[in-house]
């Protein structure tokens, strides 16, 4: 089935942009430590899935935070356009930039973007057309909200695609309209960083070193002077893809303001704590004159070959953009590789594998060396992330083993006859995979709280005949049920109440039909609206005054009792009764 997008602002598994403020700690990682001097603001770009789209692009032309007086836009935030993925990967946010804010008291952020630039691609790879309802928008703090150069700071902007986007994919085009929220963070956090490239300008051997770090591969978006703290962990490879002997070795090879690395690790406290570092360029000429983030298709392992959907051009598009052009601009690309001089890598925990961890449907980041002709040679290729499968359970007596499912039938899956039709068992074992609600702080989940009915997103490898297939699944998100609806009673001491459905937009699975039904508070819920937690929630329900109502908007999951929820999210109002 083809799924409308629609998603709560609040929920944390869509797409983000976020900010994070450090504060001047010295050396090369965050700026000086004069108290008089602006604090030092890093920019990180959050990746997330939304339904039926595989890829959802956009050019960010300026960014500037919005003074609380008077609404005076600060200094530009961004050292050039930026085109970015707001899907991406998942796993690991993306560093996009590093500028000085000014000490201040701040009332939001605002974005540009270019709506020529804009490029939606579905689950198969083929465009899907948008209209833009806002090229310029300012999203907002809940407060006015002081940044200073005291304290280590994250400052959070998330533009919610599945609140931005209205429509359906199959009838294009997509409604594009901005929204979001800015909220600032304590100190402390730490945050995986997809990459960073950068010219090394001075070393400390054996444990550290300092980068002229950009945020793009094409080296336009600077970053400035990086630190990258290095352990007898961190995977060190040569520019051929291959580990180096000794965290010795690696360091002698390194020739100051030549050499060029791309590091992997977390962000903390404007310092990289480097979990994989690959030479680029060992000073005498790159390594990869073209870099490629797309899906693979139609993976032949006998051949060595597969077809890549293109999803972005990371690196090399002055290169590469004439070459595409001449084949007639294609959306996908043939692509083989080796056994000998092609590196795989699992990019979640940095191991080097071979081919048999390659799979249709994986996002990956592929490396040319040379990008002239079809077939492209592959000669270093990043597993991103596990194909994606979408689709209802069907069956859960195997729990808490596996389960039954049957996929939407526009899934990739389908298209590429790993699976029969939509009308086929597909058995998903769920031994190693986490479980999530896609609510706001994606709470975990156990084997038993799932119910036939449910509808959810697999990110695994598929086998077996394309009539009786099965996932091995490594993460499993859970779409929560939503309905809106009206609060009849309260059950204080016992953190429920009781509602009367107006509207039943998605399922909580089959446990749960239109109607009345009674709602019970999860542990950790989120409350949104008028209500910020279950004691104002209750508050507000006693203090109706006679025309008015609370009015709900719940996101959770039904259980094993009919008609009896448990809420993850609940969005309060209070209403007058028409």
Known sequence: MIQTIRRSLATCGLAALTLFGA????????????????????????????????????RVTSLRLVSQTGGALGPELLAAPLTIDLIGAGANPRW????????????????????ASTVALDRLGATVGVQHGATTFELGFPAPTSIDDDDYAKIVIDVDLGAALTGDVASPPLQFDPQGVV????????????????????????????????ADDDDTIAIGPVTVNISNSTVLLDDDGFPFASRAAFFATLILNSTELEVHGPLAGGSINATRIEVEDDGNGDAYVVKIDGRIENLDRVANTFDLVLIEIEKGASLAGP????????TTIACEYDDVTTVILLDDDDDIVDDNSLATGQRIKVKFPVFATSPFQAGRIEIEDQPEFEGVIQD???????????????????????????????????????LFLDTEGRPTLTPSQLLVGLEL?????????????????????????EFEGVVSLVFSQAGSFD????????????????GSVAVDFAPGCVFDGDATDA????????????????????????????????????????????
Request: glycine share 12%.
């Open 183 to 214: 909220t600032l963070l304590g100190s402390g956090a730490s945050t995986e960083i997809d990459e960073v490239e950068g010219l090394v300008t001075s070393t400390n051997s054996p444990s550290s070193l300092v980068i002229d770090a950009f």
């Open 96 to 115: 996009v930039g590093r500028d000085d804010v000014d000490d201040g008291v701040y009332r939001g952020v605002q974005l540009v973007i270019d709506p």
């Open 323 to 330: 070459v595409l052009n001449g084949l007639g601009n294609p």
């Open 535 to 578: 004691a104002s929630f209750f508050a507000l329900f006693n203090g109706l005054q006679q025309g008015e109502e609370l009015h709900v908007e719940v996101e959770g999951i039904g259980t094993s009792t009919p008609n009896v929820i448990d809420a993850y999210e609940i969005e309060v109002e209070v209403e007058i009764d028409d």
């Open 23 to 58: 504060a001047s700690c010295g050396g090369g990682g965050g700026g000086g430590g004069n108290n008089n001097a602006p604090s030092s603001v890093d920019f990180v770009l959050t990746d997330a899935a939304v339904d039926d789209l595989m890829a959802f692009t956009v």
């Open 499 to 514: 509602a009367v459905m107006l509207e039943l937009d998605d399922p909580f699975g089959n446990t749960v039909t239109f």
């Open 457 to 481: 997103e697999i990110y695994g490898t598929i086998s077996g005949a394309n009539n009786a297939p099965t996932i091995a699944a490594s993460r499993t998100k859970i779409h929560p049920g």
């Open 396 to 434: 859960i007596s195997g729990l808490p083993n596996t389960i039954i499912i049957r996929l939407d039938d526009d899934d990739p899956a389908i298209a590429n006859g790993q699976v029969e039709d939509a009308a086929t068992d597909v058995t998903v074992n769920l031994a190693n995979s986490t």
